[in-house]
Structures are given as structure tokens and as C-alpha cells.
């Protein structure tokens, strides 16, 4: 495709990453850039060069180390060294120290090598993590609404990849992003419906509000048939999101992860339009993995209910067992990027959030969503957005992923540092261009895609109704249709104007439903999957596409609307 990725250059990768990351040059994609990567963030594991950095211990990090690595919280107030500013603060510490120059020279001069090593064609090393599985393992079946058993059963000789993460990178990333700790608490303000009346329309640092929606209470089979039934679904689109999760069922890996590569078992390259051999664009299988989770979730299906009970405990527990640590939280880039992150953490957080019962809650699943929001909260770079790698400047689809994210968790009961969504919609505000509300990729230089996200997201962050430009915006958004091969696109569009509760929801959404719901596949071992030839779907292949139209084909019961929804989940 006419897809052009810095990460076509590994060494390009690392050697830019950590000051201004691949996503520089993407800049000037904007576009193709963007998607080219949320997809590939969904893929395979470790397989590019790029995807993985080379190994090397972090000693002069060591010093850093907080004294509690298991902080519930993350504020930045609080006292102790638990938050960023403890780790600010050790930071200084460090600087004013007499034996810094001697732990600088040490890191630049493993980092030196690192990348001497790793140019030089340097073996794929790292370190093993490997997570402790102590998920539930009680079963209550709910009735389920159509479901054929799920076959979970695949037999296969494919050995997965070991997961193999760089901690001494990580670190660095994080102790660079971490220097940006706040110097104030941010104004967040929780289940303030105040309007958001600015609408961004002066400065960026508008207050960034919580609305009450938006909760997972519709994921049953009441609330598939209530909310499916007012906001648009049919029974045809209802028995595609079934479909397609049988086929996402079906390419479960043995270890319980998925894989965009479809070339690996279970499927054997039976599908069509898996990544592309020769695609080097990091595809984390923790990505692939989440991003499926997300799907099974969004229908209502859980560890503990459902027809997919073991498909969904055996995902989890892969990215349980994949989250690497680090003493600054969980971190699921497996070595690709935070694409990785953003989408584990996510589906993590719903998983959390849809297995809590009144006050009982998965203890564990509770500590891996805590520990990676953390990850995710430090990683964020100053300018408000999430880059490739920690800390470094990102762009409006990466930081989508971990905004997203930390909602997620947030509402599942984590908490986040107090400025964290603030400083990132000042990214976002940063990112548009002009005055009207349009956005772009990592500059003002507006395009469709990005848009799309942005106007998603500053919802989610409070953007209510009655600000002229924004509204102009989201109708902008629903005259211009979907496109219905940007899936990407088109997700998160339809995500924007059914929490906006958009008069011309009904247009959009017959007519991307109803083209979903034709363009499934009917035959073969492809039968409940999708793929459109964009640039995006090309590298993300049928198991991101296929999750993403099933997401979009969730919309009605999968998030309640942020606005005519009362509250219905504890913020
Ligand atoms: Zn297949």
C-alpha cells in the first residue's frame, strides 16, 4: 500500500525514539501514519527487529527504584515516594548526587552499546517475564443469548514466541518521562457534570469533567436485547457480532493469546489477509490479544458468564502472564509498542469492571489493571500524549488508546495521577486545527481519522453539547458517512455520535451496520471474519478488522451513552 512507516527502519527506531520517536517522521504522513500503526500496534508478537530492542540491564536506574511498587493510587500529592513526584524527586536526588556522572556514563554507555549491538544484527535478548495465573476459576453461567459452544479447542504445534522485553529501555523512557511530573494538582473534578462551555475554544487547559454515562451495566442479555433494540441493532447484526466471535474463538492460540499473523497456528494460513510477511511494523500480540478481549467483553462475555467463559479466562491469563515488570508498573509493549499497552490495559480494566460484584472484586485482575495504569500514567509524555515508547511525544491515536485505557480502569475503580487526562487534552487541543474541530495526527494538519478519534475522546472527557464549533464538528462527522473500509475510522465515529446521541444516528448507523453486516464472510474457515483492503487493515489483518467491526457492531449495549444514560457506574 502507499503506507509509509519510519518503522520501516529499525534502527531509525531506536536511534529516534527515546527524543523524537518514528513518530516524527510520520508527522508529515499524518494519515497513513497514524493507522498504519494501531493496527500494526495489533499484531504479531516480537517479531519485527524493530519490535524488539536489545537487551540490557538498567543499573543506574536501580537507585530509582520506588520504595513501594504496588501504589493504589497515583497522585502526585500524596506523600511517600509512591507517585511520579516520588520518582521526581529520587530523580533530583540522583542529579544533585556526587556519583551521578558516573551512572550517566554507565547508561549512555549501555545504551551505546545496545544499539550498536542491535544494528549490528544483535540477537533478539531480553528478559523472560513470566506472570503468576491465580485468576478466578469459578464458573456461573448466565443465559446466553444465541451462542453456539465456543471452540476453544485448537490443537496445535506452533510454539508462541517468548516474551521478551527490554526493562533497561522501559526504564529509561519513564525516568525521561517522568521528569515532567506536575507541579500542580490538575482540576479534575469527578461526577461534576459542570459543561465543559469552552469547549476548548480558548486555551487547553480547560477542566476536564467525568460525565455519568457511559457504564458496562447494558452487557447482558437483557440489556443486548433493550439497549440493541433502541439504538439500532437487528437480529442479523446481533448473529454477525455472534459469528465473528466464533472466529475470533477459533484463533485462539494455544496459550491465549491471538496474533494478527495468521500464518501461525491455529489457522495455518487458511485465512486470507493476515499481516503481511514482510511487514515489520511492531505487532505486540498483546495488542491482538486485547483488542480480541475487548470484543468478547463488549458482548457481555466474561471469565465468569457466557459461552466463551474459558476463552476469555485463557486471554486474560495470557496477558497476565505477559505483563512485564517493571518497578514503575506493568508494562504490556512486549516489546513493540504502547499500542500494546493501551489496548491490554483496556481490556484488563473492562474485565475488572464487568467481574466486580457490589464490593467483591478479582483481587488479581485488580492488581494487574493498578499496576498497568500506573505503567501508562508514568509513560505519559509531557506534551499530554503517549508515544511509541514511554515517555517519548506521541500523537492522537496512541494516546487514544491509552486515554481509552485509563477511563477504563478509572472506572473499574483505579486511580490515575490528577492531571493526567488534563495535560492530555491540552494535547489534544494542541493537535487541532484552527479553530473548528478538526485534528490531526501529531500537528494542526487536520485529517478524517484523527478527527474522528479526537472528537471521541474529548467527549470522554467532558465535551458536552451546545458548543457551537464542536457540535458543527461531530455533524460534520455524520454527514460525511462513514467510509466503510476505514474501520478504524468508522469505530471510533460511531462511537462519538452515539454518546452524542447524534440526530442522524439512525442514518449512520443503518448504513454502516448493514454494510457490515453484508461484507462478513459466509464461507470457509474465513466465515465470521472481515477485511477491507486499506492501509491499516493490511497490516492488522482480518483478526484487528474483524475485532474492530464487531466492537463497532457492539456500540448499542457496549458503552451506555455519556449523555442522556443516568449515572450507572461508580466514578
Ligand atoms: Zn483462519
Known sequence: MTRKTALTDPTARWRDAPIAPIGGERSSDRCAAPAAESPAAESPAAESPAAVPPATA???LESLQETDTVGPAIDPNAPGDEGPRGIVARLATVRNSSWLASAALHLLFLIVLALLTYRLG???RGLLIEGVWSGPDSATPLESITLAEATADHQSEQQDLPVEVDLSIVSKHIADASIIAPQQASAIEDNALVGLQTGGATTAAERVVFL?????????????????DQYGATRQSEMAVENALRWLAEHQRDDGSWSFDLRLSPCDGRCRNGKKANDDTPTPSTAATGLALLAFLGAGYTPDVGPYQ???????????????ESEFGYDWQQGGSMYGQGIALMAISEALGMTKHEDRFDSDLYHYAERGTRFTVIAQHDSGSWGYTPGSPGDTTLTGWQILSLIGARKAGIETRSDTFTRAKEFLMSVREGPEFQFGYRTPKAEKTTTAIALTLLIYLGQTPGHTLFDEAIDKLAEQGPTLTNVYHDYYATLALHHFRHRDWESWNNQLRDHLVRT???????AGSWHFRDQWGDVGGRVYTTAMCALTLEVYYRFLPLYDAPPDFPL
Open 212 to 228: 455519568g454515562g457511559g457504564g458496562l451495566s447494558a452487557r447482558t442479555p437483557e440489556g443486548r436485547k433493550k439497549y440493541g
Open 310 to 324: 474459558e476463552v476469555v479466562q485463557r486471554g486474560l491469563y495470557y496477558l497476565r502472564s505477559t505483563a512485564a
Open 58 to 60: 538498567a543499573p543506574p
Open 520 to 526: 462478513q464472510a459466509t464461507e470457509g474457515h474465513e
Open 122 to 124: 544483535g540477537t533478539e
